[in-house]
């Protein structure tokens, strides 16, 4: 089962604070279930970690670095905040792996974004309605 297609069942424990050298912009990534993971690591004696420095979801540049972590209850699993970034807990890969929402936006949002010619904000801002001739860039 993709997580990415069913939201609810993403648990996450906790999160690290992200911050773009770039563009300012601050990002708090939960950790999925599995990912530096006390509970898990008492368990099974293994540790999966999450990366030092991941792309901006706002610059695209590989510039965010996590300035603060541990933040949250780590021994207990809740379901991902709704519009919250995270990492992902992905078999394929040795660390966890950057999800931002508009990773996840549906694919009726994102035609509807594309046929208007809009990045994810202004599409965000505009409320899912058709934008006027000038708010297009």
Same mark, same amino acid.
């Given at each position: /089962? ?5 939201k ?17 912009t ?10 530096? $993971? ?10 999966? @970690? ?6 901006? @979801? ?22 991902? @905040?709704d ?19 508009? $990773? ?26 058709? @934008?006027?001739?000038?708010? /297009?860039?």
């Amino acid at each position: /089962m993709n997580p990415l297609n069913h939201k609810e069942s993403i648990l996450v424990h906790g999160y690290f604070v992200y911050s773009c050298d770039i563009c300012g912009t601050v990002v708090n990534m939960y950790l999925q279930k599995g990912l530096e $993971d006390k509970v898990e690591f008492n368990k099974t004696g293994k540790h999966k @970690p999450v990366p030092f420095v991941i792309r901006c @979801p706002m610059c695209k540049n590989l510039s965010m670095r996590h300035i603060l972590w541990g933040v949250g209850n780590s021994d207990e699993y809740e379901p991902l @905040p709704d519009g919250e970034s995270f990492f992902l807990n992905d078999d394929q890969y040795d660390c966890g792996v950057p999800v931002h929402p508009q $990773d996840i936006m549906s694919f009726e949002e994102n035609r509807e974004r594309r046929r208007h010619h809009m990045n994810y904000e202004q599409y965000k801002a505009s409320k899912y309605k058709r @934008p006027r001739k000038g708010d /297009m860039y």
